[in-house]
Structures are given as structure tokens and as C-alpha cells.
């Protein structure tokens, strides 16, 4: 397992919100990204993951809700890296990842296009 700070973690990931083609961050629609060190006791190899109600199944009810929530998690990604380079990868992919699930794709097509 590599070591790397929280606080050197959080750059990564938001250097990948960067990367976000500006015309797909522009859709992104009441979404808080967070990092936490563990994820949770149930699924303890997590990287990542969406909690919300995604793009393509809000009607035209939603509203005043509490923002969407992603949250990368920062153990389980160092856990399977060996390089901060495979570091940088690993997250690039988990934000796209969960990104993604925000814009209503699902698992299976995440992992047919690389993101799984």
C-alpha cells in the first residue's frame, strides 16, 4: 500500500473534477464531492460512490433536496496502488466513475467503456 496524505489525496481528486470536459461539469447538477478515509464496514474495498437521485430520473418535482453526495475514499484506493502514478489513475477513474452515475449510466456500461 502506498502512503499518501489526506490532504494530498484531496488535490488528486480535485485535479480530476478539473479534467471534467467543461461542457459535462456544466450539467453536473446539485452534487457535493467528499473525501473520507474508510469506506464503509459493508463494502470495506469501496472506492467510491454516488448517493442521489441521478440526472435522467429527477422530474420536474425535484427540488429543495439536500445536494447529491459522491464520496472517494481514500484507504481503499491506496490499498490497490503500488504508484502514486497508479494513484492519480485509480482516482481519475473512481471520479469519472461516479460522475457518470450522477448522468444515470449504470455499471455495466461503465465497465464496457473502461470506467468499472
Not at 467528499?34 to 470495506?44: H, I, L, N
Not at 441521478?54 to 475514499?73: A, F, K, Q, S
Amino acid at each position: 500500500m502506498i502512503e499518501m496524505s489526506r490532504a494530498d489525496f484531496e488535490v488528486l481528486v480535485s485535479e480530476a473534477l478539473d479534467e471534467v470536459p467543461p461542457e459535462l461539469a456544466a450539467l453536473i447538477d446539485n452534487v457535493a464531492i467528499f473525501v473520507e478515509d474508510d469506506a464503509p464496514a459493508g463494502d470495506p474495498a469501496l472506492l467510491g460512490i454516488y448517493e442521489g437521485i441521478p440526472l435522467t430520473e429527477r422530474g420536474h418535482y425535484y427540488g429543495g433536496v439536500l445536494p447529491d453526495r459522491i464520496t472517494i475514499y481514500r484507504n481503499p484506493t491506496l490499498a490497490i496502488c503500488e504508484t502514486v502514478d497508479d494513484v492519480v489513475d485509480e482516482v481519475n477513474i473512481t471520479v469519472v466513475h461516479e460522475i457518470a452515475h450522477h448522468f444515470g449510466i449504470d455499471d455495466a456500461r461503465l465497465h464496457e467503456l473502461g470506467y468499472g
